[in-house]
């Protein structure tokens, strides 16, 4: 039986190692995608488990026409194929309303939007373009529960993944007949690297008992969602948005 590939996009660190990890150790040959931390990428390519052919490829999301080039270079370094597709990069910026400039504002809704609504866009569109000419299969993005919740202090990041989720339902129902699933996770914190230092500060306490549980999200458990999504046994589950925020949000 043929070994299942995935690239997954901002993959060196983070939920997107996690899911490497996940899927590596379930057999899969994993592409993981990085921009600008090409030592990090090649050193988490090169600690993957399982029996798959694992590899690296670079891309500047931010770029337009960068989604289908990645998907075009991933399929070929994972030999010809791919059947899952993970978006999971994106980025984060705050612009407070008392400080920001109307240029500031707009800045940021022009980047976040790009990088993480457009791109993943452009990435799905070209991933299902190369699925369709095989056997189907899985695009998961990864959202967040800022996009219900309100994110008043980052508006361009809560639209952006906003948007994301209504992506996930149009984009289910325009590629289904091809074979092709496609659904979210949306993870609330994470203890991530990037999350550290907030987790670490003053606002640490107040972020963990947002959750019944008095903890935040680890990337594992997050990894364990995107993986059951584009498995097979997750196949009914395509358009939906799989909340992952451990009850601190609900709606």
Known sequence: ?????????????????????????????????????????EAAAAALAGPGKHCTAQADLSERGAPAKLIADAAAKLGGGLDVCVANHGVYEETPFETTSAEGFASSFERLLRINLAAPAELAHAAATHMKARDGGAIVFVSSRGALRGEPLA?????????????????????????????????????????????????????????????????????????????????????AVLDCNGASYLH
Not at 10 to 39: D, P
Request: proline residues 6%; hydrophobic residues 40%; neutral net charge.
């Open 155 to 239: 508006p361009a990041y809560g639209a952006s993944k906003g948007g994301l989720n209504s992506l996930t339902g149009s984009l289910a129902q325009a590629f289904g007949p091809s074979g092709i699933r496609v659904a979210a996770v949306a993870p609330g914190f994470i203890n991530t690297a990037m999350a550290a230092p907030v987790l670490a500060g003053e606002r640490g306490d107040g972020i963990r008992q947002q959750s019944p549980m008095n903890r935040v999200g680890e990337p594992e458990e997050v990894a364990a969602a995107v993986h059951f999504l584009a498995s097979e046994e997750g196949q009914w589950s395509s358009g």
């Open 1 to 41: 039986m043929p070994t299942k590939s995935v690239l997954i996009t901002g993959a060196a660190r983070g939920i997107g190692l996690a899911c490497a990890q996940k899927f590596a150790a379930s057999g899969y040959s994993v592409c993981i995608h990085f921009n600008t931390s090409a030592k990090e990428a």
